[in-house]
């Protein structure tokens, strides 16, 4: 106790002002750096108990603000299996941080080990990661005082996406069993997913070149490092790394990355967009993609989650089908309520696969995945992955072909596995993803606009006294408080035609969040305004 005392003294957790508390949401901690150093530092007790309690399997912390601006900072933590905190555990994460005073810190956390019968005594193990913004070092040190003050093993992995942390985090717990994750080391990420590239591609082309914006975050090293693994001799992969300054924290997210480019629907600014180039945004942290060009006639043409979406699981659906897989394996998507109406029906009607709608939040879409043998999940801001089950991959693996065709198929399917990251949505492994579909397809980024056409939407955010009181059900497609506001939307969607439109609290700003989806650009504009002004 004393050591945790001592330790919290040196990073003192700062007093909200009015009785504001500290909240562990969709993204852990996330706020003004200046204000987290006592969160950090009381989440890596929270890490160590964990790890503690899961038999001292290693727990991952990654310190990040993803596309907020650099001044924000965040902290969250990574389960053994590289998924996201168990539910359950926000709220102790939320109690621990809050605790009134360092002697108040040291109760709660004996409290928490004796109602949830840890055992303080055996070995626990914490591995950490942190973007590159500057704040981070100090953040780091709060953390590893935390470690220190626990007596827990804990392993820095300095400057990483992401992405990279969760892999670590399964690779380290997974290491010399039989469902080794891979080797664990940064290295060790990016060998699998070169390896994996060159298998899933073979002989096929990646035709033209591919301009990646960083949004002068953590991914811009870690691609061009990336790069280097990929054998020349085997695969010509002609990327332009943009946006990928480092140096000057004040550029981070600065009108570049995936967030601009969905929120802002236009390329960045700078470098000034080549007409026609195949063109790709990653976040701040790497986890988020999304695909765009410029097109000579049309303008800005962006293909979003939703449709990085809808071309994995129409490519794994076809390649499940010629596997002679089909009736072994369940394929489904699972989607936000922020997924454009016209990619749910091409799911349904022309790919014949099942969509399943969860609340926002890269948790609750990874869950509701694991479900499937395939489950593919992006949110439409460029967040997701494809899980398969270990069914899945031994059938991969397993299964005896009959001809050249299935064996191709069967080969693709188990590369496909190693190729796209299985713990969280991953910028970089979801790009070479993506490259190896159209590769594979031989289709341009028009080829794979054609598939369908979005319906014309607006999303705003709306300011408003309490979020608090909206609730809402139905995967936060409906408002179920305050009482009646349901109606008065559900009465101005009816003016429209084809029209769809919800609100929902934001979980990471004190906003409301408004979108609406209709036939015509204008119709949608409107839409949004009028169930704006019912929120307000
Ligand atoms: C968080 C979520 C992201 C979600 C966003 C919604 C994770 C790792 N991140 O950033 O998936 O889209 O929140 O923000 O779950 P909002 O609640 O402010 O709309
Ligand atoms: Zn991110």
């Known amino acids: 106790d004393d050591k945790i005392i001592a330790g919290s003294a040196k990073h003192p957790i700062v007093v909200l002002e009015k009785g504001g508390l500290y909240k562990y949401g969709t993204a852990g901690f996330r706020m003004k750096a200046d204000l987290l150093e006592g969160v950090t530092y009381r989440v890596g007790l929270l890490a160590s ?25 965040g902290v969250k933590i990574v389960d ?30 004996n409290t928490l080990a004796v109602d949830l019968k840890i055992d303080l005594a055996v070995p626990a193990k914490v591995v950490y990661g942190r973007d590159t913004r500057p704040s981070g070092h100090k953040l780091v040190t709060a953390l590893a ?60 082309k990646i035709e033209g070149s591919l301009v990646v914006d960083c949004a002068n975050g953590v991914g811009g090293p870690k691609l061009t490092e990336f790069l280097k693994y990929i054998p020349k001799d085997d695969v010509s992969f002609d990327v332009k790394v943009v946006n990928d300054d480092i140096l000057r924290p004040e550029v981070l ?14 390329a960045p600014p700078s470098p000034k967009p080549v007409p026609g180039v195949r063109s790709c945004s990653f976040d701040g942290d790497a986890d ?35 596997a002679g897989l089909r009736d072994d394996l369940r394929i489904g998507v699972v989607q936000t309520a922020y997924a454009n109406g016209a990619s749910t029906n091409y799911i349904r009607q022309h790919l014949k696969l099942p969509v399943i709608c969860t609340p ?29 089950s270990p069914d899945a991959v031994t059938a991969f693996k397993k299964s005896e072909p009959q001809s050249p065709a299935q064996k191709d198929a069967l080969d693709t399917l188990a590369a496909l596995a190693d190729l796209i990251n299985q713990t969280v949505g991953d910028a970089l492994s979801d790009m070479l993803m993506v490259e190896v579909i159209l590769a594979h397809k031989g289709w341009t980024l028009r080829d794979w606009s054609m598939t369908y056409s979005d319906l014309p939407n607006r999303l705003v955010r709306v300011e408003v006294e309490n979020k ?9 497609r409906r408002l179920s408080h305050p009482e009646g506001c349901q109606a008065e939307i559900d009465a101005e969607v009816k003016k429209f035609k084809d029209a769809r439109s919800f609100a929902r609290a934001s979980g990471t700003e004190n906003a409301m969040r408004v979108y609406a989806e209709a036939a015509t650009r204008s119709e949608a504009n409107e839409l ?9």
């Open 49 to 73: 108990l964990r790890s503690r309690k899961l038999n001292s399997q290693a727990i991952g912390v990654m310190i990040t603000a993803s596309h907020n601006p650099a001044i924000d900072n």
């Open 80 to 109: 053994p299996q590289g998924d996201m905190l168990e539910q359950e555990w926000e709220r102790h994460a939320t109690s621990l941080v809050n605790a009134a005073s360092d002697e108040e810190l040291a109760k709660i956390y």
């Open 145 to 204: 005082a935390a470690l220190d003050a626990t007596e827990t093993e804990a392993v820095d992995f300095k400057i990483l996406t992401t992405p990279q942390l969760h892999y670590l985090v399964r690779a380290t717990n997974s290491e010399g069993t039989p469902l080794s994750y891979g080797e664990v080391s940064e290295a060790g990420y990016y060998k699998k997913l070169a390896e994996a590239f060159v298998r899933c591609l073979r002989n096929r």
């Open 253 to 266: 997210n600065l009108d570049s990355g995936a967030d601009f480019v969905k929120t802002k629907q236009r």
């Open 288 to 322: 988020r993609l999304i695909y765009y060009w410029v097109d000579p006639d049309a303008g800005f043409v962006m293909l979003d989650g939703d449709r990085i979406s809808s071309l994995a699981a129409s490519f794994i659906g076809d390649l499940v089908e010629s």
């Open 360 to 388: 926002t939040g890269v948790k609750h879409l990874h869950h509701v995945a694991q479900g499937f043998d395939i489950g593919v999940y992006f949110e439409a801001n460029g967040h997701g992955t494809v899980l398969f």
């Open 468 to 476: 608090d009181v909206f609730r809402t059900t139905d995967a936060e």
């Open 528 to 536: 949004a305004e009028r169930v704006a002004g019912v929120v307000r």
